[in-house]
Nanobody, 128 residues
Framework: QVQLLQSGGGLVQPGDSLRLSCAAS????????MGWFRQGPGQEREFVAS????????YYADSVKGRFTAFRDDIKNTLYLQINSLQLEDTAIYYC?????????????????????WGQGTQVTVSS
């Protein structure tokens, strides 16, 4: 069983940067592919980014490519999402997710159904 505890959200202005964290306990994250999803007001949950268990491959939604960076520190058992150049439309609850992935460079994918474990969510609000 993997428990994911998120931190790092908040109220920011357009153009600001933010780093979200997702700390895992219960299992070593090195065997898990990870993903970030978000759900804006009145919207469905959408894929943001994913990273393979090796950490060598990352994938992004077109809307965040070039501004968001997912990375992991398996020594700290933590996943991160660096968010730069925040935009109003980035306002959402952000969720991290994990799925056991023994194939180190195989992406879990963009569908939320592929992930077994979820963080509690953290609110990011972008407002001027």
């Amino acid at each position: 069983q993997v428990q994911l505890l998120q931190s790092g959200g908040g109220l920011v202005q357009p153009g600001d940067s933010l780093r979200l964290s997702c700390a895992a306990s219960g299992r070593a994250l090195s065997n898990y592919g990870m993903g970030w999803f978000r759900q804006g007001p009145g919207q469905e949950r959408e894929f943001v980014a994913s990273i393979t268990s090796s950490g060598r491959r990352t994938y992004y939604a077109d809307s965040v490519k070039g501004r968001f960076t997912a990375f992991r520190d398996d020594i700290k058992n933590t996943l991160y999402l660096q968010i730069n150049s925040l935009q109003l439309e980035d306002t959402a609850i952000y969720y991290c997710a994990a799925a056991f992935s023994p194939f180190r460079d195989l992406d879990v994918g963009r569908g939320s159904e592929g992930y077994n474990y979820w963080g509690q969510g953290t609110q990011v609000t972008v407002s001027s």
